[in-house]
């Protein structure tokens, strides 16, 4: 190589790194501020890994700070998650605890309020349904700080749900809307957000789910280790989580659903992870006895990679979960969901997911196919391919250029 050569690479090296440089600052808003990524709830987890590693990998990579609410508030839980996920440790953890929506929302601000006058964030994105969602996407509105929703424009549209509440408010006031699935931009058309400031990215649940199929437990290892009958992973088995106030707050209305599923457990051997609030339940109203014969095997809520490995190898799964609705549907596996209605319609329609509600013939009717025939086929939805977060964070990186560069015009 001549020194003419050799001088010309150092140039051309010379600026690209200049431009790095500059790309770095101009995407982080001005100063190298960084994105604040907020969970609050376990759901939230799933969906925030896939996006700080898309953010941390792009080129240049986009500054990012993770705060955690402790909306929930378990921390063997949080640590169990954290770790299956590759999450780094949260930056900032407000330690808000349990309380009533009011409450935690209200305490929630109030914590984090004083967070986003000390880290002046270019943004703050948010993910999910949850109280944590709406209670910081609110403080950051009010501070004039964008708002970044992931998962938005999904509608139940039952008003009775606190999540379709957060859900709307949430969409009301962000500025970038990250979608799922298509009827989502129509919600938000119908409900006057501009159509510029949603993107159809896919799913980011999907993405960790793929991410983690290799590492998931072994169904047959868990049913060992939480003492289930050696021959249930050859039988086939149905999986089920239940938690939501509509279904184990009434003890009428979770009494049918356990006889329902007693019912269920004559044709396929149920795994029933218990919620802390169904376990609870259960015992205050005294329906403990209703399992006692059943083919059914109550364990404590699962890690990610134990409900993952149990969820794959199901022969059924019956919830009233939003989250496991999708992950069902991208697995290939039948889903029942107990619930009146759904806020993931994409999963019914192109999934495998029946919605049957609250009553108990229903539940076991639906079961019952699902066991003999192998229950509803569907397919993968549009764009739910494992790269839901890159597409975030091209259109993040983007969003904020065009920010930057608009505040440099003025």
Known sequence: MTPSDAQGR????????????????????????AVLCVVGARPNFMKIA????????AAPPLPVRLLHTGQHYDPQMNAQYFEALGIPDPDINLEVGS???AVQTAEI?????????????????????????????LVAAKKGVPVVHVEAGLRSFDRAMPEEINRVLTDQISDLLFITEKSARANLLREGVADARIHFVGNVMIDTLRDNLKKAVPARETLRARGAPPDWAERGFAVLTLHRPSNVDDPAVLAAMLGAICEVSRRAPVVFALHPRTRANIERFGLGARLTDAAVLQIPPLGYLELLGLMQSARLVLTDSGGIQEETTALGVPCITLRENTERPITVEEGTNTVVGQDPARIVAVADEAVRTGGKAGRVPELWDGRASQRIAAALAAWLDRGAAHRHAA
Do not use: W, Y
Not at 16 to 33: I, L, N, V
Not at 51 to 57: H, L, Q, Y
Not at 111 to 137: K, Q
């Open 10 to 33: 150092a140039d051309a090296q010379g600026r690209a790194d200049a431009q790095g440089r500059a790309d770095a600052h101009s995407r982080s808003g001005t100063q190298g501020r």
């Open 50 to 57: 896939p996006v700080i590693r898309a953010m941390k990998a």
């Open 99 to 101: 309380a009533s929506h």
């Open 109 to 137: 601000m109030r914590r984090f309020e004083p967070v986003l006058d000390r880290e002046r964030p270019a943004a703050v994105l948010v993910v999910g349904d949850v109280n944590s969602t709406l209670a910081c996407a």
